[in-house]
């Protein structure tokens, strides 16, 4: 009988596949079903399923329809149901390989794996990961990357999604775990647990500022993750084409950790406010901008790595504000606040060469200060004058 044939080879397709059997002969009876109740249609008979109960024989593959005690198997049936079984069974096979695909990377949320560019429609990036296609959407992407078919990337599988086009894996290369996972691959005293990844905070594609500590006072964290000669943290900045990566050590002392998160400016004093949640830095006015960074990016990455309000205070008393929401933190006030902190030291700088052009015409007998300061005002008509009154 071809059902019976049919169901030895699904029995060996299911083993070979890792599909559960039982899940097979489920699919096979309602099947069966299906395919008795359009038979019966076809002589004008409504069966109502639920009165229907399909008996298989797990061993030969025979099967018979059994209403309530009667068997109602009908003549010819076994050919009919063969053949709808088999379509009906080959789509359970598709669908529960697919569970089973899906059971399989949900386990891998969170870890990293390497998928190929498989097709890019509409900014969305689609990677062939091998079992299945994993979804790179436009909000998960590096801006400064740029994505080509055939192109080989390492992508953090970040979340198993029910959609409109059914469950997706959805994969990150911005998303700052990637960057936790990429230092776990490559230190092996992160993997081992020796050294922890206390704090991370992420600019895509820009920088990185991460804080490490150590459970074994004879590692140091911070030059595990560098590695000799800098070897494991240039190659996590090169498979992120070039990325800085900022490495800190971890503090429970906030002071030490909010200094230490404005690396590579040096931080002479910090006062917190803890009601607030602000820490007041004060740095040399020559650190200042390099405390800030370009466009305020360094503030700003020490502010969430923190989780504290930072506000930096230079010699001169001007005070640049990182503040936690970086939505409210536009480009513009950063630069502004950057363009006060010039303004600042010129005004200063100019304000001492005043002085000293003051103090060397005194020495020069000038009547007073004042005078030479309202003689430098007053553009020379005659270069010669002032030689002629020194005379």
Request: hydrophobic share 35%.
């Amino acid at each position: 009988m071809a059902i019976t044939e049919f169901s030895a080879a699904l029995n060996q397709v299911a083993t070979e596949r890792g599909i559960p059997v039982d899940s097979v002969l489920e699919s096979i009876k309602l099947a069966l079903a299906s395919a008795y109740r359009r038979d019966r249609k076809e002589f004008g008979e409504d069966v109502n399923l639920e009165e229907v109960e399909v008996m298989l024989d797990p061993d030969t593959g025979e099967a018979r329809i059994m209403k309530g005690n009667e068997d109602v198997t009908p003549a010819g049936f076994g050919r009919i149901a063969a053949q709808t079984a088999k379509q009906v069974i080959l789509q359970k096979i598709k669908e529960t390989e697919k569970d089973v695909v899906l059971d399989e990377y949900k386990s891998k949320v969170g870890s990293i794996v390497t998928g190929t560019v498989f097709r890019i429609e509409n900014n969305t990036v689609i990677l062939d990961l091998g079992k299945a296609h994993g979804i790179l959407p436009p909000q998960e992407q590096v801006e400064s990357e740029t994505y080509r078919l055939n192109q080989k990337l390492k992508v953090l599988i970040k979340d198993i999604r029910d959609t409109a086009r059914g469950t997706e894996i959805i994969v990150s290369r911005a998303d700052a775990d990637f960057i936790k996972e990429l230092f776990r691959m490559e230190v092996p005293e992160i993997a081992s647990g020796v050294v922890r990844i206390d704090a991370i905070a992420r600019e895509a594609g820009s920088r990185t500022k991460m804080a490490v500590s150590s459970t074994d006072d004879k590692i140091d964290p911070v030059g595990s993750c560098v590695g000799q000669k800098g070897v494991r943290v240039q190659s996590i900045i090169s498979e992120l084409y070039g990325e800085k990566i900022d490495i800190i050590p971890y503090s429970s002392n906030v002071e030490k950790f909010v200094a230490a998160s404005l690396s590579p400016a040096r931080v002479t004093e910090v006062v917190l406010d803890q009601e607030e949640k602000k820490a007041t830095v004060s740095v040399p006015e020559d650190q200042q901008s390099l405390a800030i960074g370009k466009e305020g990016q360094n503030a700003r990455l020490a502010n969430k790595l923190t989780k504290w309000k930072i506000d930096i205070k230079g010699v001169a008393g001007s005070v640049f504000s990182a503040v936690g929401d970086e939505e409210d933190t536009s480009v513009k006030e950063d630069k502004n606040a950057v363009r006060g902190v010039w303004d600042e030291a010129i005004r200063r700088a100019e304000e001492e060469i005043r002085k000293e052009k003051e103090v060397s015409k005194e020495a020069a007998g000038e009547e007073s200060a004042e005078g030479a300061s309202d003689s430098e005002d007053v553009p020379e008509e005659n270069p010669a004058s002032e030689e002629d009154t020194n005379e």
